[in-house]
């Protein structure tokens, strides 16, 4: 075996690389930032996420991937061409194997892009897998067991939910609601609310910070504040204003009743003796979003199922792929190639 073996977690806000035998190497945002006129890449991943909203008028940082698909081809295969040279390295007389990660209700048009990107990145096989199953794999569940078990991923872009047993997704559901739809809510509260404009790092800082998907008591005093700064969409200056945890509760508070009602619609179409081994086990949420503070119990609260976020929740799925990747005969049933 003289080529790498690569595992890319290809998320709509972060990128994750896996590289066999040594584990996670690179998590870097999804971003590019190129040239307007040329269409030139720039700066990909930390350092073109440092640009969005604060470039000038001849470079423009964006995001490929939109709702966990890729959005601009172009760009999305430049950015997995940096990611695989600085995985492997530049040099390399054989290229790597790489397994890319898709959500599960992609079309087939959808798949053949994102298999077409990564040969033309420098692959040598390109492999795709679903992403619950590599959650699942990454959370350390034993999937080849003929029992029930349920992932949701909660990405960025897209929420995965799926129950898997003997190895393959018996029933899934996705939605194209996550992080990034948390972030615009807020953004949009800002500007109703207060007339306050802020950009999409802004939003995210507040989503981290003060957060929470299950407020009991919106007037107590325990709840955490956080001072925003902002610009004023009447006087066009500066401002700046101070949100409660319950203030983005009431934000955010759409975006996870859909994300909900896709973890609702699997259970409905679950067949019973799946339902009652999930009931027993739990649902094992994954995902950068699932970190969201009492997600978990929300979600237990509306389905009543217990509901617990996995360990190392952001890396589940990159850690599966790569996993997948290194016992390939295991999973070639679930795995597309090309």
Do not use: W
Not at 203 to 212: D, H, L, R, Y
Not at 251 to 271: C, F, H, R, Y
């Amino acid at each position: 075996m003289f080529s790498k073996r690569i595992g890319i977690d290809l998320g709509t806000a972060n990128t994750l690389v896996y590289l066999a035998q040594e584990g996670i190497v690179l998590n870097e945002p999804t971003v590019v930032a190129v040239t307007a006129e040329e269409n030139r890449v720039v700066a990909v991943g930390r350092e073109a996420k440092e640009m969005l909203g604060r470039t000038p008028g001849n470079i423009v940082a964006l995001r490929p991937l939109r709702d966990g698909v890729i959005a601009d081809y172009t760009i999305t295969e430049a950015m997995l061409s940096y990611f695989i040279d600085k995985a492997a390295g530049k040099s390399r007389f054989f290229r790597p194997e790489v397994m890319v990660c898709i959500p599960s209700g992609v079309t087939q048009v959808e798949r053949r892009a994102v298999l077409d990107a990564t040969m033309a990145a420098g692959a040598k096989i390109a492999y795709l897998i679903e992403e619950p199953l590599a959650a699942a794999i990454g959370a350390k569940i034993p999937i080849a067991q003929a029992a029930g078990h349920m992932v949701v991923d909660i990405g960025g872009g897209s929420t995965e939910s799926a129950v898997i047993s003997l190895g393959g997704v018996v029933v899934h559901n996705s939605v194209r609601a996550g992080g990034n739809k948390i972030d615009e809510a807020i953004a949009n509260y800002t500007k109703k609310k207060f007339n306050l404009l802020i950009g999409e790092r802004t939003a995210e800082e507040i989503k981290i910070t003060i957060g929470n998907a299950l407020v009991d008591d919106p007037s107590s005093k325990e709840l955490k504040k956080m001072e925003i700064r902002g610009r004023d969409s009447i006087t066009g200056l500066p401002r700046t204003i101070e949100l409660t945890e319950a203030q983005i509760n009431e934000a955010i508070n759409p975006v996870l009743l859909d994300i909900i009602a896709a973890v609702k619609g699997v259970l409905e179409q679950t067949p019973p003796e799946l339902a009652s081994d999930i009931i027993d086990k739990g649902v094992v949420m994954t995902g950068g979003t699932s970190l969201l503070k009492n997600f978990d119990k929300l979600i237990t609260k509306l389905t009543g199922v217990p509901c617990h976020v996995a360990e190392d929740a952001l890396l589940c799925v990159a850690r599966g792929t790569g996993v997948a990747l290194e016992n390939i005969e295991l999973y070639k049933r679930s795995i597309a190639k090309k």
